[in-house]
Each structure stands twice: as C-alpha cells, then as structure tokens.
C-alpha cells in the first residue's frame, strides 16, 4: 500500500532574499516582519573602539553628531536591510577611504542576532583582515521572529520543579541522533 500526503507549507518553497532600504524587512517564507526602527539612538551614535579607531554609526535614521576627530569612520550612508535565509544584515559605507587600499571606501555589515529578552544590547565589532571591513553583531529580541513560550514548571508534592533555566535565549539545542542525523530543539519556547 502506498499513501500520499499532501502539504502545502512555505517551508517547501525555495529561500529568497528579502532586501529593504528602511528598516524593516519582511522575510519571505513566513511573512514576518523584522523592524528594528527601535534601535535608533536618538541622543548619541553607537561608537566602537578597534585598535585605536573609533567606528561610528546610528541605525534606522541620521547620524547626531557625527565624526570629528582624525582617529574616527563614520558610517553615515545606510545601504540596506536584507534577510537572507534566516540572516538579518544591514549595510553601510562610508566617506573615507580605506587605508589599506584607498580605492574603496569602508564599509560595515551590521549582522543582527536573535537573542530573546536583549532589547537594546550594545554592539561588539571585529575588524576584517583587509582593514576595509568592519562586522558588527548585534544581538536584539528584534532579529527574532514571532515565538511562543509554554510555561515551564509545575508544582509538585515534593515541590517545584522549574526547566525556564534550560531555555537559551539566543540558540538552539543541537542533538545527534543515530539514525536521523542532526535534530534541532528547544525548551520552553519556540525555536529561535
């Protein structure tokens, strides 16, 4: 016997990049949109120190004060905001030219990381190897798409038992099976 089951979902449907030049950006597969207008600093620009240099930028909106000093890049051009199979990336440039090759200005890649319960987390930066390139993680419960949260302990006779501590907020439990390969769960909430 042989049974045919029909199932009509997105998650069968080929990835697409989703790009918008505001800040926010609807995701392809299950229609979520991401807005991450809440990150704009309205009283100062976010401002991170590699290596003696002062990288300076503001999301979703202009810059407050700018560069002036010698030691500093500003990031004042917003590119875009692009969601590509399940990375959420913003691009800027900037004015200045790259020391290390001064045909191309610098630029930033701004990755936005889903971390439940990080509203307004501080960015950290790496400088790439060509000194060109700067890429900025951000990690913000506004890279993360619509969850659920179940609750997590039940009172018993002998007392509470409580498993939200085993909830991750910004990953997912990995598991090797033997059979089946790699599965991917979480506890207490929805995959992130």
Not at 31 to 55: C, E
Not at 66 to 90: A, I, R, W
């Amino acid at each position: 016997c042989r049974h045919t089951l029909i199932w009509r979902t997105p998650a069968a449907c080929p990835q697409k990049k989703a790009v918008s030049h505001n800040c926010t950006v609807r995701e392809p597969r299950w229609s979520n949109l991401f807005n991450l207008t809440a990150l704009y600093n309205k009283t100062d620009d976010h401002r991170i120190t590699l290596d003696g240099t002062d990288y300076v930028f503001n999301v979703c909106g202009r810059m407050i004060s700018g560069c002036t000093g010698k030691n500093e890049v500003c990031f004042e051009h917003e590119k875009d905001l692009s969601y590509d199979d399940g990375s959420l990336m913003m691009r800027h440039t900037s004015k200045r030219n790259c020391k290390s090759n001064p045909n191309i200005k610098m630029a930033a890649s701004i990755n936005f990381l889903c971390e439940h319960g990080k509203k307004h987390e501080k960015p950290v930066a790496t400088l790439l190897s060509d000194a060109c390139q700067v890429e900025v993680d951000w990690r913000t419960e506004l890279a993360c798409p619509p969850h659920q949260e179940v609750q997590c302990s039940l009172t018993t006779p002998k007392g509470l038992v409580d498993l939200s501590s085993l909830s991750l907020p910004g990953t997912n439990y990995m598991v090797q099976s033997d059979g089946a390969g790699e599965l991917t769960t979480h506890v207490c909430r929805a995959l992130v």
